[in-house]
Structures are given as C-alpha cells and as structure tokens.
C-alpha cells in the first residue's frame, strides 16, 4: 500500500525555536520527496523537495533530512516564525512524468511570538 | 512554475443540484488533477484529469458523479453532480510538467 504516514499531527513552537516534522514512507519505487506549505484559504504551495540521491537539502531556513535506508525524511524550519504558522504536508512520488502525489496526513504547525 | 486559476473560489449549492468548477493554468502542463480536502485534512486525489480522454478516478470516486473534461493541455473542468451535504469541501485542482505541481486556491462547496 503506497502510503505516507506524517507526525506530529499538531506542533506548537516558540519564535526562533526549530520545528521538526516527520515522514515515512513505504514504497520503494518513491524517488520524489516534496514538502508543501499551505495557509488557511489557499492551496498548497511547493516549498522543498529532495531526491534520494542525497542526504540532506537546506534553502534558507527550510531542511530536508533524508534517511533512504529508514525510508523516512524530515522537514526542519530553523528560527521559525509566526508567519511559518501553515499546515505542512510531506508527499512522496515516482519521478515520472504522470506520477501522482501520495501526501501525508499534516502537520498544523503554530509559532508562538 | 505554472500559475493556476480556480474558480469559483467558493459556493453554496442546493441538494440535488450540479456545480462545474473551472481549472485554468497559464501555461501547458503534461498533467492536471482534482483533489478533496476536508477543512484541518489532508488532501484526497480524485482523478487525473488527461487531455483528450477520459480521466482516470481514485478508488470511491465516480465519473456519473464526478464528470472531468480537460480539452487542451491549460484547462479542466470538475462537476459535482448530484450534490448533497456529504459534498461539501474544498476542491483543488493540480498540475505541472514533471514533478513539483502546483496548486489553485481551492474551490469552498457548501451543500445545503
């Protein structure tokens, strides 16, 4: 069953404290790792990806942390902020053309200024 | 990346009645879809939307009740049919050429 099983369900942090969401994963054949970003009224918006061909990818404040032979990866928000108060979602596909997203079930993240 | 415009960005609808959602991305994309999410969930793919035939459906999700055109590689419809309160939700369309797809602002559905 292709599935992405996320936690912590909520996540309540203080500015400039670090946030850490978790993800694992099943498949195998999954070689796509994104993290979307989605604040109340809109869609989801692309924030970060990683392929497994590396351990980690860092933009700005934002890190993925990958561990293939877990099969688990990571979101890390450093010095979060009361703006990264969002719902997060993991997903996970095949780099295909065509492959659909499996998301995770997210993570309602609070900052607390 | 490409931009989508959704619309209606929400709606309140009678039972029994049919509401079309409009899906318009500003460049051609290989690849458009349809989700559900449910306030404070994650979202549940209902079928990729493929240009020129049919879509494909998610298991629990019909096309009688779900009818998706996609006449050309920038655009796609969504009808609920047939609605009733168990319709109500946010409904997002999704595309992109690879992979990293984008999303629109969602379409809020209420069924009364």
């Known amino acids: 069953q292709q599935q992405v099983k996320q936690s912590p369900q909520s996540l309540i942090v203080q500015k400039g404290g670090i946030s850490i969401i978790n993800c694992a994963y099943e498949?195998?054949?999954?070689?796509?790792f994104p993290w979307y970003q989605q604040f109340p009224g809109k869609g989801p918006a692309l924030l970060i990806a990683?392929?497994?061909?590396?351990s980690e990818k860092k933009e700005g404040r934002f890190t993925i942390s990958f561990n293939k032979s877990a099969k688990q990866f990571s979101l890390h928000i450093m010095d979060s902020q009361p703006g990264d108060s969002a719902t997060y979602f993991c997903?996970?596909?095949?780099?295909?053309?065509?492959?659909?997203?499996?998301f995770g079930e997210g993570t309602q993240l609070t900052v607390n200024p | 990346s490409a931009v989508i415009s959704q619309k209606p960005s929400r709606d309140i609808c009678q039972r029994g009645t049919s509401l079309t959602i409009q899906c318009q991305v500003d460049?051609?994309?290989?690849?458009m879809f349809w989700y559900r999410q449910q306030p404070g969930q994650s979202l549940t793919l209902i079928a990729t939307a493929n240009q020129g035939s049919e879509a494909t459906y998610e298991s629990g999700f019909v096309i009688d009740k779900f009818p998706i055109s996609r006449p050309n590689l920038t655009f796609s419809t969504l009808t609920v049919s047939n609605m009733s309160p168990e319709d109500s939700s946010i409904y997002l369309c999704s595309g992109g050429t690879g992979v990293g797809y984008t999303f629109g602002s969602g379409t809020r559905l209420t069924v009364v």
């Open positions: 498949n195998t054949a999954f070689d796509y």
């Open positions: 460049s051609q994309v290989t690849m």
């Open positions: 990683i392929r497994p061909d590396v």
């Open positions: 997903a996970a596909s095949r780099e295909t053309s065509g492959s659909r997203l499996t």
